[in-house]
């Protein structure tokens, strides 16, 4: 889910920059872009692509432990716990030895820049950046959040008796807020982003000695 939300974020980054090359002087450098349309994409994107992850990190706990108790729930930990960490080690190793591999064909190894095998470390370099700086890192606070989750509710999970009413309506709400963070999660990252037209810049900056 990151991973893709990281490409979204790019995406929408790349059709504001080429929006922003098309304003007359941009190019030459003769009038500045407008930078906070740039920032404000990625900070809307950061706010905006977390909710659905924190909605699942949040309510699967919960789910589980009432609609499954507490053996069930002690299971799903332990399961989180030992998956997460060798997805995490996974994606930031994968992550940091495609990167890695982008910086010594760059240093003249395997035909250096420019070369087919520079154009695939590229490739694997944007796909591992997400892995080792967003995806990887993030499964160390998920688990924490889980197991925190897990045991606040854990008294209430042990002393419940039975799926009542009130809280199997409670559960079918809260995996209807599951079902849609999964869809969330599965919007295409294309680059068919509506932009609004950048406003023509008033500052410009000097030419001359540069």
């Not at 990625?42 to 789910?63: C, D, F, H, K, N």
Request: proline fraction near 6%.
């Amino acid at each position: 889910m990151l991973v893709k939300a990281v490409a979204r974020a790019a995406n929408s980054m790349v059709a504001a920059v080429r929006v922003q090359f098309d304003v007359p002087g941009v190019r030459e450098g003769k009038v500045l872009p407008d930078y906070k349309q740039a920032v404000g994409i990625s900070t809307e994107a950061a706010q905006r692509e977390l909710l659905p992850v924190g909605v699942l990190v949040v309510l699967i706990p919960i789910i589980v432990g009432f609609t499954l108790k507490a053996a069930a729930l002690g299971g799903f930990l332990a399961g989180i716990i030992l998956s997460g960490q060798l997805l995490a080690v996974f994606m930031s190793n994968a992550g940091g030895a495609w990167d890695n591999a982008k910086k010594l064909i760059e240093e003249g190894q395997y035909g250096g820049k420019r070369s087919e095998a520079h154009k695939a470390s590229i490739v694997g370099d944007t796909v591992g950046d997400p892995l080792k700086d967003t995806a990887g890192p993030a499964l160390n606070p998920l688990i924490k959040v889980i197991n925190l989750i897990s045991l606040i509710i854990a008294p209430i999970v042990v002393t419940a008796k039975g799926i009542t009413l009130p809280l199997a309506i409670v559960m079918i709400v809260l995996l209807g807020a599951v079902v849609w963070a999964i869809l969330q999660s599965k919007k295409p990252a294309d680059y068919g982003i509506a932009l609004d037209a950048p406003k023509k810049p008033e500052k410009a900056v000097a030419t001359s000695g540069h």
